[in-house]
């Protein structure tokens, strides 16, 4: 079975009934996106990290590297907060011996018997005893990474990376053409500040995988702070509304027209073109 722990970046830095939300929602769209893709996961979230678990690693990883709201994604095998058995553990699933190592240890949880400054140093000295491998704190060729709970002791795998941003629908439904690729481009920009888009005209394919509820109608999770099911459009993309007046008769009902979102407006053509690699691959 693997595991990730994820860290959710951004939403973190929000108020703690924003966090609140944020990280629910993000539970949701993760769990939902597994299942889009076939997988069965589970997924906890403890002091500001979320720990996800499933049998299905391919498909769920491709869950986490899709999902708005994810910063970063580290493999995780558990382990008992000894530093022998964490410096065995690291020793069998390498490759080959490396020139150079450093242990980076971080503590989470209360303090137990060990700080990270003393748990990396003796799980440094008990991979010295089993293999002569030099330290090198500033750059090593292998960084033995560990996270130590008050009960265990997790040893990381290699860090990968989600799409950051914020969660989907947390900012609301946006109405989007989709008409272009570029019009495609600026939708995922704003899917990746945490809207949810609706196609107005084209075809929202493309950008399926980055939303569940693009992927299957049976997908139904909330939008925007109020968590509405139903909720109401407040800004349109891929669209110019060339036509609004500037201004209305005092006498006439004023109506707010949609927001018109142009997020590639000033970007150059390099710019564009590693956006199309990270949103098409």
Sequence with gaps: MGQWIVRMGESMLKSKPVRKHFTRTLRSTLLAQC?????????????????????????????LKHTFGIHAVDPYIDLDPDPAA????ALSILEKIPDSFAVQC??????????????AGATGAAVIEREPIKVNLSN????????????KARLLGERFHGPGGLPSGVQGLVHAHLETELDILSAWLIMHRGCRIQAISGSA????????????????????????????????????????PT?????EEVRTPLATLEPLMGWSESEVEALRARVFG
């Design 35 to 63: 299942r889009v893709r076939g997988a069965k996961a589970s997924v906890r979230v403890e002091g500001g990290l979320m720990f996800v678990s499933s049998d299905s690693d391919e498909e769920t990883v491709d869950a």
């Design 86 to 89: 964490v410096a065995e553990a």
């Design 106 to 119: 971080k503590r989470h949880g209360h303090k137990g018997e060990w700080t990270s400054q003393s748990f």
């Design 140 to 151: 090593p060729d292998w960084a033995l990474r560990v996270a130590l709970f008050p009960d």
């Design 205 to 244: 394919d493309a950008l399926s995988e980055w939303d569940p509820t693009l992927a299957s109608d049976d997908i139904k999770l909330v939008t925007g702070p109020g968590r509405d099911k139903d909720p109401v459009p407040w800004g349109i993309v891929g669209h110019s509304l060339s036509d609004v």
């Design 247 to 251: 201004s209305v008769p005092i006498d």
